[in-house]
């Protein structure tokens, strides 16, 4: 493993740990995203998405705004909102098309 790909690892793990110890709890996505952590995350673009993509495929969550926001992509079809299981699945499918 390179050197920049270990820091953007651990980078990313740091923030994803920051952000679901303290994000808002209890609100929508839209309050959970203001975050400076998730933020932080969206702010590294295309590079954090395999690393989001991992993440989500071991521990789903509320990932998929940051992953929308980086590529543009909607791969969760409208009859799977809502459903954590079935939209972590969509994004992964779409993670292994797009070859990340």
């Known amino acids: 493993m390179q050197p ?20 808002p709890r209890g609100v929508d996505i839209h309050e959970m995203v203001k ?4 933020r932080q995350v969206i702010d590294m673009g295309e590079q954090a998405i395999p690393l989001i993509l991992r993440h989500i495929e071991k521990k789903p969550g509320h990932w998929f705004w ?21 939209m972590t699945a969509a994004w992964i499918r779409w993670g292994q098309e797009q070859e990340f």
């Open 4 to 23: 920049k790909t270990a820091e953007l690892e651990a980078t990313f793990s740091r923030l994803a740990d920051d952000w679901e110890k303290n994000r």
């Open 35 to 38: 975050h400076p952590a998730y």
């Open 66 to 86: 940051a992953l929308y926001a980086i590529t543009g992509a909607s791969p969760v079809p409208e009859d799977s909102h809502g459903n954590l299981e079935k």
